[in-house]
């Protein structure tokens, strides 16, 4: 099965050294056994840098800034492929503790 593991960040701050070198050797772990699909960072959600679109209606409704107001928010994802939801469970262990933040488990339809 396929899970998407978001992580949930509650600063502006970035990654440090010592973090994306974990993340790095996670990333090559995953590469290594064959679970990973896709990873990728995403920016800080701003007026700026988020933006929902309804277009459910006549016409495109575009309103600026993230789906919700929060302190938290989703600061980047890792698609992988594991067994079962304790597979998924146990690597997204192993990603929060690599980058030091909370990680959030879904799988795929």
């Given at each position: ?10 600063s ?6 010592a973090?994306?070198a ?27 840098t988020a ?13 600026e ?20 939801l ?8 192993e990603?929060?503790?690599?980058c ?5 488990v879904?799988?795929?339809?």
């Amino acid at each position: 099965m396929q899970y998407l593991l978001s992580v949930i960040h509650d600063s502006t701050s970035l990654a440090t050294a010592a973090e994306m070198a974990a993340i790095d050797v996670f990333n090559d772990r995953l590469h290594a056994e064959g679970q990973w699909i896709f990873a990728g960072g995403l920016e800080f959600p701003t007026a700026t840098t988020a933006a929902v679109i309804d277009n459910r209606g006549e016409t495109a409704v575009l309103s600026e800034g993230p789906l919700h107001s929060s302190k938290e928010f989703v600061a980047g994802f890792w698609i992988v492929t594991a067994l079962d939801l304790d597979a998924a469970h146990a690597l997204a262990a192993e990603g929060s503790q690599a980058c030091n933040r909370k990680i959030e488990v879904r799988p795929f339809l």
